[in-house]
């Protein structure tokens, strides 16, 4: 009753598995729970298996489920619909290949059919090739998912769980909700909608650090809402808009508008302020980054990446950007430090009631210009470059900038023909002019205009 038979041919598609059409295949009507313990292994084999019951895995038993069709015709009520039930506990293993799994109540079609997979104490779970929609996937306790090509609902990792999905496809949310430290590395996910993302309860004393990775993948609009600590990267994805809320633990989130976390509070009233690292490493984003926290300091690290907007509202961290293109800024009620490395501005910046810092080597477009300043102040540290003819530096050159208001500030050229300065701008201040000038040792001086949008460095050509 618990064994199939003959395997049958496989039809696939990636992240929708099919099972063909096999007339050997068996079929099976099971009435009550399957139970298995004290390392006891069953295997489904190219059945179609209907079973009136739910299914408990424990005392490093095995489950394979091969080339199969699992319909539960028994699901228990909840708030979000009707659930049947797989449970793993004490180190058991399930492996699902080729197979797809559903849930059938003919009596109640209009309510949600869902499959609530658990797995608790380090078991494991092998997902290959199959598609169950309708699956909430749930780890705790060092319980590890390996998922190729494979299609759920939604997935939560939590205490040190971790999850491998590979060319796979969460039809509806990645609703991780990371504890302590989790892991989890996606690549190769299809497109669809990344929802929601969480790290509730992580502190840096614990050490623990939760962690998510995407690799190659494709991913509609998601939100992140994240506790103290953790770390989020993005390689080689497209995203259509990504937002992250940033937790610390006196802080309060309210009144963000329609599709924003409203009126959050973190339960939370002590302890440190870890790291959120932010890396997007050769991603796009279409829509815009909206980074949002209340309290702390935060690090971001965006690299090689296109970013349409970067949003930044109460942020009191340091954002590095290296190797990208940012078309616009709008940054609100923050006290933030961007850092540049070979990046570039395309439209410019919306300032409101900050105080930042620009360093680095940034270029910015012709095209960039101011859309609000207001209530804020900026102090941005220039570089100056000076080479000669054929391109090399030239050290010890002096460096003199004037400001419109004839004040004069003096600096010499390094090893590397580098001279920096920092300069404040203020409301009232963000348009005017400055005057650069370097005079070489031979008594030959250049002159340029510097404003605020102007790149940095700065590269001026001794005759």
């Known amino acids: 009753m618990r064994r199939g038979t003959v395997v049958g041919l496989l039809c696939l598609a990636l992240a929708a598995p099919t099972l063909a059409q096999s007339s050997s295949r068996e079929e099976v009507l099971h009435r009550g729970d399957i139970v298995l ?14 079973l009136v019951g739910e299914i408990h895995l424990g005392g490093s038993s095995t489950l394979v489920i091969r080339s199969s069709e699992l319909r539960f015709r028994k699901a228990s009520p909840s708030i979000w619909g009707r659930f049947a039930k797989i449970e793993l506990r ?79 496809h969460v039809s509806w949310a ?40 995407i690799t190659n993948s494709s ?19 497209q995203v259509d808009r990504l937002q992250v809320m940033l937790q610390s633990p006196r802080g309060r989130i309210g009144g963000l508008g329609p599709g924003y976390y409203s009126d959050w509070t973190p ?14 490493i ?33 942020y009191a961290g340091t954002a590095t950007l290296a190797d990208c293109m940012i078309d616009g800024f709008w940054i609100n009620e923050s006290k933030a430090d961007l850092r540049f490395l ?56 002096r460096v003199q900038v004037e400001a419109p208001s004839g004040q004069v500030y003096k600096t010499v ?15 009232g201040t963000s348009q005017l002019v400055w005057k650069v000038t370097a005079a070489s040792p031979d008594g030959k001086n250049l002159t340029a205009a510097l404003g605020f949008l102007s790149a940095s460095p700065m590269v001026l050509r001794l005759p």
């Open 37 to 50: 313990g004290g390392r006891e292994t069953m295997t489904i084999d190219n059945a179609t298996y209907e």
């Open 90 to 168: 004490d180190r058991a293993t399930l492996r699902i290949e080729g197979s797809v799994v559903t849930v059938i109540s003919p009596d109640r079609e209009s309510e949600a059919m869902m499959i609530d997979v658990i797995a608790y104490d380090s078991s494991q779970i092998a997902w290959d090739d199959t598609a169950a929609d309708g699956a909430v996937i749930r780890l705790f306790d060092d319980s590890q998912l390996a998922m190729r090509r494979g299609t759920v609902f939604e997935m939560n990792l939590k205490n040190s769980a971790g999850a491998v999905l590979d060319g796979s």
């Open 174 to 213: 990645l609703g991780f909700e990371f504890v302590e430290s989790a892991r989890a590395s996606l690549t190769g996910l299809v497109p669809g909608q990344i929802a929601d993302l969480s790290f509730p309860g992580t502190s840096a004393a614990s050490g623990s650090v939760p962690s998510l990775q």
């Open 219 to 237: 991913v509609g609009a998601w939100s992140v809402l994240a506790g103290d600590a953790a770390d989020i990267t993005l390689l080689d994805c």
């Open 267 to 280: 339960t939370r009233d002590g302890g440190l302020i870890a790291p959120l690292r932010l890396h997007l």
């Open 282 to 314: 050769n991603t796009t984003v279409t829509g815009s980054v909206c980074v949002w926290l209340v309290g702390g300091s935060n690090p971001i690290e965006i690299a090689d990446s296109r970013i349409t907007n970067l949003l930044l509202y109460q």
């Open 342 to 397: 070979n990046s570039k501005v395309r439209l410019g910046f919306d300032l409101m009631r900050s105080s930042i810092s620009i360093s680095g080597s940034v270029a910015v477009s012709q095209e960039a210009l101011f859309g609000t300043w207001e209530s804020s102040t900026v102090l941005r540290t220039f570089e100056v470059c000076v080479i000669d003819h054929a391109g090399s530096p030239i050290p010890n050159v």
């Open 413 to 427: 050229t390094n090893a590397e023909g580098l001279a920096s300065f920092s300069l404040s701008f203020a409301d």
